[in-house]
C-alpha cells in the first residue's frame, strides 16, 4: 500500500507538533515536555550520563543491529543506472590520485612503495568496506595525507639504518590497537561535537593538498627537459580546463539532457583518455614525457615478498613506533570519520542508518593488515568520498515558482541517494585488473602531466563547495547587489563573518604550514584543537544567531543516531511507528518524469509522489525499521539558545 502524502492542515500540525520550539499549553503537552527534555538531556551527555561512562562495544553492537535490516537491500539496490557511472566515474576519481600519491611516494621513499603497493592498498579498502562497513558509501584508499606520513616517517627513520617497511609494520599493528579501543569504548560518540567549522578547514587543507601535489607533479618534469616541461603544463591546463567544463555542462541548459547527463558522468575519464593519446600526435610524438613508474604485475616494487618480517627490527623501535602510531590514530581517527560525516551530509536525503563505530573497528583492521603486507595505509577519501555520493544521486526537476513573473523558471532538487554496495565494490574489483600485465603497461602509457592536470580539477572542485570558500566569495561581493535571500546577509554584525573566516583560515595555515616541516606528522593535532574551541569558545563572543548561520551539523540527525546525536540536539522517541516526516512534491512540480537519465532510475522504479523516495520509504518501513527511528528537532545549541532568548 502506498504511503498517504499529508496534506497542508497535516504538515502544519506536524511542524508544529515535531519540529516547533514554542512551550506546550495544556498539562498532558506539559508532562510530555517534560518527558522529552528529560530524554535530550539524557542523549546529549548529562550528568546521569557522563561522558567517562561507557557500555563496551555497545557502539559497536548498535552499529551492525541499525545496519544489518538493509544488507541485502544494499545490493538489490545496485539494480539502477546510477550505478554504472558512479563505478566509472569513483574507479578514475580514485585510481589516478594515487597513482600521483604513488609517484610521490616513489620519489621520496627511495622507492619503497610503487603504482602496485598503492592500487593493493586501494583494493584492500574498496573490498572490506564495501562488504563489511556500515557505511558502504565512504570511498577508502590512499590520501595525501598518508602520503606526507610515509615520507615524513622515511624521512625520521631511515638515516637511523631502522628497517622501513618492518617499523611501518609495527606502526600499522599498533595502530590497530587503538583504533579498536576507539571502537570498543565508543569514542566516536565525540564526532557529536564535529561541525561544519572543523569539516570545512580539513576540507580546504585537502584541496590545497591537491593543488601542491599537482604542482610538483608538474616540477619534475624539468627532467626530460624544458620543452618536456613546458609542454606538461600546456596538458595539465588542457586536462584542468576540459574536465571542468565537462562539470559545468552538466549543471547548465546546455545540449539535450541524455547528452548533457552524459558529459557530466563520462567527461573525467575520457578527458584523460583523449589527452593520454593526445601527446601522440604531430611533432609531440617526438618530445620525450615523464611517464608513470610501474613494475611487474601483482608483486611489490622492491625485491621482496608481500609478507614484511616485522621481527627484523630492534625491541627499542617496536616501542619507538607506538608514538607515530598513536598520531597515526588521530588522524585516521579524524579524517576516516570527517569523510564519512561529509558523504552522508545533510544536503544527501539518505534513508539507511550510518555506523562510526563499527567502521573504525574496520578501518584499524586494514590498517593493521596493510602494515603486514607493507602497502599504505587506507583511509577515508576526501573529496572522494562526497563525491561518490553526488555522483549517485537521483534529481527531480522542478519549477522555482508557481507565478506567472517567474513561470517557466527550474531547479533540481535531489530526490533520494542510490545506496548500496556495488559501486563501491566494482570500482575496487576494477583496480585489481589494473595490477594485472596490459594494463599495468597501460598505465604507464598516461603522461604524468595529465595526472597533475587531475589534481588541479580535483582540488579546484573541493574548494568551490567549501564553506570558507563561500563566505569568502561574499564578503568580496558588492552588498548593493547582494540577494538578501543570501543566509549570511542576515547577520547584522559583517565583522562576525571576517572573524569567522578568519579563524578557519588561521587553522587551514597552520595544518598546511606544519606539513610542510619534519613535523608534518603531527598536524591533525592542530585541526583537533579547533573542535573544543568552536563548542565552548565561539559561543562566547559570537551570538547564538550568528554561529546558527555561519556553522551547521556536518550530517542530519539520522545519520548522527550512532553516536547519540549532534551536539545540543533534542531528541525524542518515535512511538506512533510512522517513521520520520517526509517531504512532499506536488504533481504540478514535476516538470517531466520520463527524464530517465536525468533521474538515473531504474525501470522499476515509479517517480512521482507515490513513487520513487515515497515508495523506498515505505519498504523501509515494511522492514521493520521504521518505528525504531528517532524524530529531530535538528537545533543547534545556539539555536536552543536563540529561542530561550526569545522567549524571554
Given at each position: 500500500?502506498?504511503?498517504?502524502?499529508?496534506?497542508?492542515?497535516?504538515?502544519?500540525?506536524?511542524?508544529?507538533?515535531?519540529?516547533?520550539?514554542?512551550?506546550?499549553n495544556?498539562p498532558?503537552?506539559?508532562?510530555?515536555?517534560?518527558?522529552?527534555?528529560?530524554?535530550?538531556?539524557?542523549?546529549?551527555?548529562?550528568?546521569?550520563?557522563?561522558?567517562?561512562?561507557?557500555?563496551?562495544?555497545?557502539?559497536?553492537?548498535n552499529?551492525?543491529?541499525?545496519?544489518?535490516?538493509?544488507?541485502?537491500?544494499?545490493?538489490?539496490?545496485?539494480?539502477?543506472y546510477?550505478?554504472v557511472?558512479?563505478?566509472?566515474?569513483?574507479?578514475?576519481?580514485?585510481?589516478?590520485?594515487?597513482l600521483?600519491?604513488?609517484?610521490?611516494?616513489?620519489?621520496?621513499?627511495?622507492?619503497?612503495?610503487?603504482?602496485?603497493?598503492?592500487?593493493?592498498?586501494?583494493?584492500?579498502?574498496?573490498?572490506?568496506?564495501?562488504?563489511?562497513?556500515?557505511?558502504?558509501?565512504v570511498i577508502?584508499?590512499?590520501?595525501?595525507?598518508?602520503?606526507?606520513?610515509?615520507?615524513?616517517?622515511?624521512?625520521?627513520?631511515?638515516?637511523?639504518?631502522?628497517?622501513?617497511?618492518?617499523?611501518?609494520?609495527?606502526?600499522?599493528?599498533?595502530?590497530?590497537?587503538m583504533h579498536?579501543?576507539?571502537?570498543?569504548?565508543n569514542?566516536?560518540?565525540?564526532?557529536?561535537y564535529?561541525?561544519?567549522?572543523?569539516?570545512?578547514?580539513?576540507?580546504?587543507?585537502?584541496?590545497?593538498?591537491?593543488?601542491?601535489?599537482?604542482?610538483?607533479?608538474?616540477?619534475?618534469?624539468?627532467?626530460?627537459?624544458?620543452?618536456?616541461?613546458?609542454?606538461?603544463?600546456?596538458?595539465?591546463?588542457?586536462?584542468?580546463?576540459?574536465a571542468?567544463?565537462?562539470?559545468?555542462?552538466?549543471?547548465?541548459?546546455?545540449?539535450?539532457?541524455?547528452?548533457?547527463?552524459?558529459?557530466?558522468?563520462?567527461?573525467?575519464?575520457?578527458?584523460?583518455?583523449?589527452?593520454?593519446?593526445?601527446?601522440?600526435?604531430?611533432?609531440?610524438?617526438?618530445?620525450?614525457?615523464?611517464?608513470?613508474?610501474?613494475?611487474?604485475?601483482?608483486?611489490?616494487?622492491?625485491?621482496?615478498?608481500?609478507?614484511?618480517?616485522?621481527?627484523?627490527?630492534?625491541?627499542?623501535?617496536?616501542?619507538?613506533?607506538?608514538?607515530?602510531?598513536?598520531?597515526?590514530?588521530i588522524?585516521?581517527?579524524?579524517?576516516?570519520?570527517?569523510?564519512?560525516?561529509?558523504?552522508?551530509?545533510?544536503?544527501?536525503?539518505?534513508?539507511?542508518?550510518?555506523?562510526?563505530?563499527?567502521?573504525?573497528?574496520?578501518?584499524?583492521?586494514?590498517?593493521?593488515?596493510?602494515?603486514?603486507?607493507?602497502?599504505?595505509?587506507?583511509?577515508g577519501?576526501?573529496?572522494?568520498?562526497?563525491?561518490?555520493?553526488?555522483?549517485?544521486?537521483?534529481?527531480?526537476?522542478?519549477?522555482?515558482?508557481?507565478?506567472?513573473?517567474?513561470?517557466?523558471?527550474?531547479?533540481?532538487?535531489?530526490?533520494?541517494?542510490?545506496?548500496?554496495?556495488?559501486?563501491?565494490?566494482?570500482?575496487g574489483?576494477?583496480?585489481?585488473?589494473?595490477?594485472?600485465?596490459?594494463?599495468?603497461?597501460?598505465l604507464?602509457?598516461?603522461?604524468?602531466?595529465?595526472?597533475?592536470?587531475l589534481?588541479?580539477?580535483?582540488?579546484?572542485?573541493?574548494?568551490?563547495?567549501?564553506?570558507?570558500?563561500?563566505?569568502?566569495?561574499?564578503?568580496?561581493?558588492?552588498?548593493?547587489?547582494?540577494?538578501?535571500?543570501?543566509?549570511?546577509?542576515?547577520?547584522?554584525?559583517?565583522?562576525?563573518?571576517?572573524?569567522?573566516?578568519?579563524?578557519?583560515?588561521?587553522?587551514?595555515g597552520?595544518?598546511?604550514?606544519?606539513?610542510?616541516?619534519?613535523?608534518?606528522?603531527?598536524?591533525?593535532?592542530?585541526?583537533?584543537?579547533?573542535?573544543?574551541?568552536?563548542?565552548?569558545?565561539?559561543?562566547?563572543?559570537?551570538?547564538?544567531?550568528?554561529?546558527?548561520?555561519?556553522?551547521?551539523?556536518?550530517?542530519?540527525?539520522?545519520?548522527?543516531?550512532?553516536?547519540?546525536?549532534?551536539?545540543?540536539?533534542?531528541i525524542?522517541?518515535?512511538?506512533?511507528?510512522?517513521?520520520?516526516?517526509?517531504?512532499?512534491?506536488?504533481?504540478?512540480?514535476?516538470?517531466?518524469?520520463?527524464?530517465?537519465?536525468?533521474?538515473?532510475?531504474?525501470?522499476?522504479?515509479?517517480?512521482?509522489?507515490?513513487?520513487?523516495?515515497w515508495?523506498?520509504?515505505?519498504?523501509?518501513?515494511?522492514?521493520?525499521?521504521?518505528?525504531?527511528?528517532?524524530?529531530?528537532?535538528?537545533?543547534?545549541?545556539e539555536?536552543?539558545?536563540?529561542?530561550?532568548?526569545?522567549?524571554?
Open positions: 500500500m502506498a504511503l498517504r502524502s499529508p496534506n497542508r492542515q497535516e504538515k502544519s500540525r506536524q511542524s508544529r507538533g515535531l519540529f516547533s520550539s514554542e512551550s506546550p495544556s498532558n503537552e506539559e508532562g510530555l515536555s517534560r518527558e522529552h527534555t528529560r530524554r535530550s538531556a539524557r542523549s546529549t551527555g548529562s550528568k546521569h550520563n557522563a561522558w567517562w561512562r561507557t557500555t563496551l562495544f555497545s557502539g559497536m553492537i552499529d551492525v543491529r541499525r545496519r544489518a535490516p538493509y544488507f541485502w537491500s544494499d545490493w538489490k539496490d545496485a539494480w539502477d546510477r550505478v557511472p558512479a563505478t566509472v566515474y569513483m574507479y578514475f576519481a580514485n585510481i589516478l590520485p594515487a600521483a600519491f604513488s609517484l610521490d611516494m616513489f620519489a621520496n621513499t627511495d622507492e619503497s612503495f610503487g603504482v602496485n603497493e598503492v592500487l593493493l592498498a586501494s583494493v584492500l579498502a574498496a573490498v572490506v568496506f564495501s562488504v563489511c562497513a556500515a557505511q558502504p558509501l577508502v584508499g590512499v590520501t595525501g595525507p598518508i602520503t606526507v606520513f610515509n615520507y615524513t616517517v622515511y624521512d625520521i627513520i631511515a638515516p637511523r639504518g631502522t628497517n622501513y617497511f618492518a617499523f611501518m609494520c609495527w606502526i600499522g599493528l599498533w595502530s590497530l590497537v579498536w579501543i576507539l571502537a570498543i569504548t569514542a566516536c560518540n565525540s564526532l557529536k564535529v561541525t561544519r567549522f572543523s569539516c570545512d578547514i580539513f576540507g580546504f587543507y585537502v584541496a590545497f593538498i591537491y593543488l601542491q601535489k599537482g604542482i610538483q607533479v608538474l616540477t619534475r618534469q624539468w627532467e626530460a627537459g624544458d620543452t618536456s616541461a613546458y609542454l606538461s603544463i600546456a596538458i595539465a591546463l588542457m586536462v584542468t580546463i576540459v571542468y567544463l565537462c562539470g559545468v555542462i552538466g549543471h547548465s541548459s546546455l545540449f539535450q539532457r541524455h547528452i548533457r547527463k552524459f558529459i557530466e558522468d563520462y567527461g573525467t575519464p575520457l578527458t584523460v583518455i583523449f589527452f593520454t593519446g593526445f601527446v601522440h600526435i604531430g611533432k609531440m610524438k617526438d618530445i620525450e614525457l615523464l611517464k608513470l613508474p610501474t613494475s611487474r604485475a601483482f608483486f611489490p616494487t622492491t625485491d621482496r615478498g608481500w609478507f614484511i618480517h616485522f621481527w627484523d627490527i630492534s625491541v627499542g623501535d617496536v616501542f619507538l613506533a607506538i608514538p607515530f602510531a598513536l598520531l597515526l590514530t588522524l585516521f581517527y579524524f579524517d576516516h570519520n570527517v569523510s564519512s560525516l561529509i558523504a552522508q551530509g545533510t544536503e544527501f536525503p539518505l534513508r539507511k542508518p550510518a555506523g562510526f563505530h563499527w567502521d573504525i573497528f574496520l578501518l584499524g583492521l586494514t590498517t593493521g593488515v596493510a602494515g603486514l603486507l607493507g602497502i599504505p595505509f587506507p583511509n577519501l576526501i573529496p572522494q568520498a562526497p563525491f561518490h555520493t553526488t555522483s549517485l544521486c537521483v534529481t527531480r526537476t522542478v519549477s522555482d515558482s508557481d507565478d506567472e513573473t517567474n513561470k517557466g523558471h527550474t531547479r533540481k532538487i535531489v530526490d533520494h541517494v542510490v545506496e548500496q554496495r556495488v559501486s563501491n565494490l566494482a570500482q574489483l576494477l583496480t585489481l585488473g589494473t595490477m594485472t600485465g596490459p594494463l599495468l603497461i597501460v604507464h602509457l598516461i603522461p604524468q602531466a595529465v595526472l597533475a592536470g589534481f588541479f580539477v580535483m582540488g579546484i572542485q573541493a574548494l568551490e563547495a567549501n564553506g570558507i570558500t563561500l563566505k569568502i566569495l561574499f564578503l568580496a561581493k558588492d552588498r548593493h547587489l547582494t540577494p538578501r535571500s543570501d543566509p549570511l546577509a542576515r547577520i547584522d554584525r559583517q565583522l562576525a563573518i571576517w572573524i569567522f573566516v578568519a579563524l578557519e583560515l588561521v587553522g587551514f597552520a595544518t598546511f604550514a606544519i606539513t610542510q616541516t619534519i613535523a608534518a606528522i603531527g598536524f591533525p593535532v592542530f585541526i583537533l584543537l579547533y573542535i573544543p574551541l568552536r563548542t565552548w569558545g565561539l559561543p562566547r563572543w559570537f551570538t547564538p544567531q550568528e554561529l546558527s548561520i555561519l556553522d551547521a551539523p556536518t550530517a542530519s540527525p539520522f545519520t548522527m543516531e550512532s553516536v547519540g546525536g549532534n551536539h545540543g540536539e533534542i525524542e522517541a518515535d512511538t506512533t511507528g510512522q517513521g520520520t516526516p517526509l517531504p512532499e512534491f506536488s504533481d504540478q512540480d514535476i516538470i517531466d518524469e520520463s527524464d530517465g537519465a536525468e533521474r538515473g532510475e531504474a525501470g522499476s522504479t515509479k517517480s512521482g509522489k507515490d513513487g520513487g523516495f515508495e523506498s520509504r515505505e519498504a523501509l518501513g515494511a522492514a521493520g525499521v521504521g518505528a525504531s527511528r528517532r524524530r529531530s528537532s535538528f537545533r543547534t545549541p539555536q536552543i539558545e536563540l529561542d530561550n532568548l526569545t522567549k524571554a
